[in-house]
Nanobody, 115 residues
Framework: QVQLVESGGGLAQAGGSLRLSCAAS????????MGWFRQAPGKEREYVAS?????AYSESVLGRFTISRDNAKNTVYLQMDSLKPEDTAVYFC???????????WGQGTQVTVSS
């Protein structure tokens, strides 16, 4: 049974940093796409970043967030710097892109940025 477990969320001040982790279990995701999404209150879930052989980012986080992975630990990370209040959301980890959808999702971790 595949599980994705996010951690590292919490409260940060504007301009601060947080590092999210997503630990996968049940199978190896080496060579598979992994990504981060977020959903703010009252808004649709939106793409943040993804990684497979290279990285990609949404325009809203480009230059501030960095996605990385440790295949030996089957874990993907999201380093979030220069945080803004509009980054406040529940952040979800996803694995294995299947066309325009993703096969596996984590439960999410709350990130709150105060001004």
């Amino acid at each position: 049974q595949v599980q994705l477990v996010e951690s590292g969320g919490g409260l940060a001040q504007a301009g601060g940093s947080l590092r999210l982790s997503c630990a996968a279990s049940g199978r190896s995701f080496t060579g598979a796409s992994m990504g981060w999404f977020r959903q703010a209150p009252g808004k649709e879930r939106e793409y943040v970043a993804s990684i497979r052989w290279r990285t990609a980012y949404s325009e809203s986080v480009l230059g501030r967030f960095t996605i990385s992975r440790d295949n030996a630990k089957n874990t993907v990370y999201l380093q979030m710097d220069s945080l803004k209040p509009e980054d406040t959301a529940v952040y979800f980890c996803a694995a294995e892109r299947d066309g325009i959808s993703w096969k596996y999702w984590g439960q999410g971790t709350q990130v709150t940025v105060s001004s």
